[in-house]
């Protein structure tokens, strides 16, 4: 009888890397929250293999005056008060994705490319889903308490009724607005390119069954999203999300206590609108795929050992469409004990 070795790696089988491959090229046309989306404003990909942290750039924005000839220069590139200092954000990797997916050992040895697409398929699908869910969920999290702490800014209310899609895609229209304005004192103001909006497919739903059309002509846009920049219509795109997406995402709250806690999203969220450089996104694919022997010596495992961590930035360039239901229990969550 062979003996086996639970958990060691085979040595010279490329199916690892095969596998690896093709789930990155999957993965990149599955994301929802995808760079070319204008979700995110970066990735990382390098060898983190004991860390739990990475660095990345957080971009400052600024927004100089103009000078006058003659004058004293004052806030310009050659005096020391204009220094823009660009800041390093450490981020922790703690979101794992490692689901196993058993097979014969037998065909591991074989495995022709379209049964390796298919098991690539299964893993790029499910990674793309669990990444997405928690980039929602972070962003989420970060806008609500940010909303709370600056009497409701960035959250947009809305109840079902008569009015409801019309009502969604006023909010959508208002949430523009609302990013147009900025935050005081928080970086400049929003800027109008790169921004994007996610909503459920109830929501859109909605929207279409109140009679207006998203995606026929510039006109019918403006009308649905009550006020538009006519220059800005062809850089807001609408997505509509999969409502396991974001049904099963979670945010993160603080209670009055200080306990931690965590709640699913679930039919609360109506819509996300946002700017891509509100949020990044550190990924690690250093260890990629790994293809083990199992504890069964008839059976192999192939194991997905892909890391990430997500961070809100600006948590201002984010704004919530909600439910009135949801908001109000979210802050009841949060509320600060009376002295």
Partial sequence: MSTVYPGVQFQGNQLGFKLSTTILKNLTSKLLTSPSNK?????????????????????????????????????????????VENEIEAIELKYLYNKKIPVPTLLTMSLPTPTIDSYAEQVSDGLARTIDRTTLGEMVSAALAFSVEN???????????????????????DAQIKLDAGFEG?????????????????????????????????GAQIQAFNRFYANSIKDFNVFKAVPQILGKAKYNYVSADGTKGTATIDKGIKAICGHSAATTRATDYSVGTRVVLSSEESKTNIIPLYRWA??????????????T????????LVAKTEE
């Fill in 39 to 83: 979700i995110v404003n970066g990735d990382y990909m390098g060898d983190t293999e004991g860390n739990y942290s990475v660095y990345v750039l957080r971009n400052n924005l600024y927004d100089p005056d103009a000078q006058v000839l003659g004058e004293t220069q004052m806030g310009w590139y050659n005096t020391e008060d204009f220094d």
């Fill in 325 to 332: 239901e949801f908001y109000s229990n979210y802050k009841k």
């Fill in 310 to 323: 997500v961070k809100c930035l600006r948590p201002w360039f984010i704004v919530i469409v909600c439910t």
């Fill in 151 to 173: 009497s409701d800014v960035n959250v947009i209310q809305v109840n079902a009724g008569e009015s409801y899609g019309k009502d969604l895609a006023k909010a959508l229209g």
């Fill in 186 to 218: 928080k970086d400049i103001t929003c800027p109008i390119d790169d921004r994007f909006a996610i909503m459920s497919s109830e929501a859109y739903q909605a929207i279409i069954d109140s009679g207006m059309n998203l995606n026929s002509n510039i």
